[in-house]
């Protein structure tokens, strides 16, 4: 019977750990997705002036004429944190976006150049 119970038990406490860790991979999924959108919104209309406006980036819809066609370069989120930071070539930096702006949208361009 106590070896019955242990089994039990185990099975049991197994179980709640992946009903844990599938609570957990969801939370962060939606966390990934609402940023994603924060992301294509400030790419969008959200910086000034819009990043869309001058790039090229297709899971945005975005089809700017003036700066490289991001969708091509996909360039890594550094990147994208550094070119908003300090700005390049024609591009301005983004002093107008709060740190966590910038980070969200450089994660944005780099994860949705890839798409």
Do not use: W
């Not at 039990?8 to 991979?25: P, Q, W």
């Not at 919104?41 to 490289?68: E, N, S, Y």
């Not at 980070?103 to 361009?109: D, F």
């Amino acid at each position: 019977m106590l070896k019955k119970t242990f089994i039990h038990f185990a099975e049991v406490t197994r179980a709640v750990a992946c009903v844990s860790a599938l609570v957990f991979v969801s939370g962060l999924a939606s966390v990934a997705s609402a940023n994603d959108e924060v992301g294509k919104q400030l790419f969008l209309k959200g910086a000034t002036p819009a990043c869309a406006i001058c790039h090229t980036l297709d899971a945005a819809g975005a089809a700017g004429a003036v700066g490289p066609s991001l969708t091509e370069l996909q360039p890594d989120a550094a990147r994208v944190l550094n070119a908003l930071k300090n700005g390049i070539g024609q591009m301005p930096a983004y002093t107008s976006l709060t740190p966590e702006q910038m980070q969200i949208l450089s994660e944005y361009v780099a994860k949705a150049s890839r798409e």
